[in-house]
């Protein structure tokens, strides 16, 4: 007991490893920079520059935007599998910067031509694309073995704080200055997050597995028979199969769908995520239209329910260690909590029934995403890391331009509070298929005890957070 006491005193994580502390303000930096031009874009196109299509328009703007982090999943895969994370990281934020700050300048000097906005829209998500997976890889490579789901929770909190701050910021900046002040804002972000990355130290990823500093931080034995009866056969950090006498030989790499071939549960898991966000995202295109055409409001209104969204996201992250059950029991009721709160606004139309509604359903996101990252981190082997966040990310994004574009163009035709409704009745479906696939057999789903921090998942809107 005494050996554990002063670990818990410890400071946190942030501050007590530098580097980290550089890499994850770097990231609330880009994923806040991004999220601001998403939903400062949106307001724009639906409260001043859009016409009579203005919900296809915004829909279209969001599809352009989350398309990267889907088709350019093969290639991030590549570029982060073969080159320095630290280099990856740096460019991708610099490139970002690079193309935003131009247009800022246009934009101050006349008037952005729509073209030029989509363009933009897809060069900033295009570099997130590339930046979020080499983020989530390099974790091993900047905390100790014992400090991955601390790491974890900061990495998801911060997609949450990203999207309160960036969330929070781009309609109030399209109010009072337009368009030009939201992408001068952003790309101010991005050529700041480079250096910041620049400046941390990255552990090389070959041969740096940490041994636990005492006997109580070592994996239980059971636990530790369950993620390799879960795995299969293992890949040592220095790419050598485990058990095989390879010495260090690397292993042919395996395609993305090699790898979640391998991973059959998972790769179901990731298929119902992936159904649930083409109702979930959708609320970037509803909002919107919900705050103009049923509250008849401004942006500050859109800003406090993506603040609403943030936040209980916030909670969630924090929180969701905490929540008992299996991670698919409890993946499966937060989906059905999220189906009743989306479809009430449109029950109960009202500021705020909005605000309590978004807030449930963001600490619910935020608790399915972190029962997830820190068991893929230990479940995936090393060599197969760079492909399967970049896999993950595209499932997870993949319906998100579908969403989009499908929902703007409803907008057009339906009320938004039909749209609410749409979503919630949605989610219901996917919700008893998630339990039904919990109650079948699942050789590669460890046994966990409830709230254990390590057994996690990731529900995350591509452009957000993800």
């Given at each position: 007991m005494s050996a554990v006491a002063p670990r818990g005193r410890r400071l946190p994580l942030v501050l007590r490893n530098p580097s980290f502390g550089r890499v994850w303000t770097a990231q609330l930096l880009t994923q806040a920079a991004?999220?601001?031009?998403?939903?400062?874009?949106?307001?724009?196109?639906?409260?001043?520059?859009?016409?009579?299509?203005?919900?296809?328009?915004?829909?279209?703007f969001l599809m352009v935007s989350t398309l990267p982090a889907v088709a350019l999943a093969p290639v991030v895969a590549r570029v982060v599998a073969r080159h320095a994370h630290r280099t990856v990281l740096v460019v991708a934020a610099a490139v970002a910067g690079a193309v935003a700050v131009p247009v800022a300048l246009w934009a101050y000097a006349g008037d952005l031509p729509m073209d030029a906005v989509y363009a933009v829209g897809l060069a900033l998500?295009?570099?997130?694309?590339?930046?979020?997976?080499?983020?989530?890889?390099?974790?091993?490579?900047?905390?100790?073995?014992?400090?991955?789901?601390?790491?974890?929770?900061?990495?998801?909190?911060?997609?949450?704080?990203?999207?309160?701050?960036?969330?929070?910021?781009g309609p109030l900046l399209v109010d009072a200055g337009g368009l030009p002040a939201v992408v001068a804002v952003c790309g101010t972000a991005y050529l700041l997050a480079a250096p910041l990355v620049a400046s941390a130290r990255f552990r090389h990823a070959t041969g740096t597995s940490d041994a636990p500093e005492d006997p109580q931080d070592a994996q239980d034995p059971q636990d530790a028979q369950d993620a390799q009866d879960a795995q299969g056969p293992q890949v040592a950090p220095d790419g050598a199969m485990a058990g095989e006498g390879g010495h260090g030989t690397p292993p042919a790499r395996r395609t993305l769908r090699q790898i979640l071939a391998g991973l059959p549960f998972i790769r179901r898991v990731l298929l119902c995520f992936a159904a649930a966000n083409l109702f979930t995202t959708a609320v970037y295109v509803v909002m919107p239209l919900y705050t103009r055409g049923v509250l008849h409001s401004t942006g500050s209104?859109?800003?406090?329910?993506?603040?609403?969204?943030?936040?209980?996201?916030?909670v969630g992250s924090f929180t969701g260690a905490r929540v008992p059950g299996r991670p698919v029991a409890v993946g499966s009721a937060c989906l059905a909590v999220m189906a009743v709160a989306l479809g009430l606004p449109g029950l109960w139309a009202g500021h705020a029934t909005a605000i309590g509604a978004l807030a449930v359903a963001g600490w619910c996101v935020g608790v399915i995403g972190v029962r997830f990252v820190a068991l893929f981190q230990r479940l995936v082997p090393t060599a197969d890391k760079p492909g399967f966040f970049a896999v993950m990310q595209a499932l997870l994004g993949a319906t998100f331009p579908l969403s989009s574009l499908v929902f703007g163009a409803l907008g057009d035709h339906l009320g938004a509070r039909a749209l609410c409704l749409v979503q919630g009745a949605g989610l219901v479906p996917v919700a008893l298929a998630l339990w039904w696939l919990g109650g079948r057999a699942r050789p590669d789903a460890p046994r966990t005890s409830p709230g254990d921090a390590a057994t996690t998942a990731h529900l995350t809107p591509a452009g957000e957070a993800s």
């Open positions: 991004g999220r601001m031009f998403q939903v400062g874009a949106v307001w724009w196109l639906v409260g001043f520059a859009g016409g009579e299509r203005r919900g296809l328009e915004s829909g279209l998500a295009a570099c997130q694309a590339v930046f979020d997976p080499c983020l989530t890889t390099s974790v091993p490579e900047l905390v100790e073995d014992t400090d991955i789901e601390a790491a974890t929770g900061f990495e998801l909190s911060t997609q949450s704080l990203a999207g309160l701050g960036g969330g929070l910021l209104t859109v800003a406090t329910l993506e603040a609403a969204l943030g936040a209980g996201t916030l």
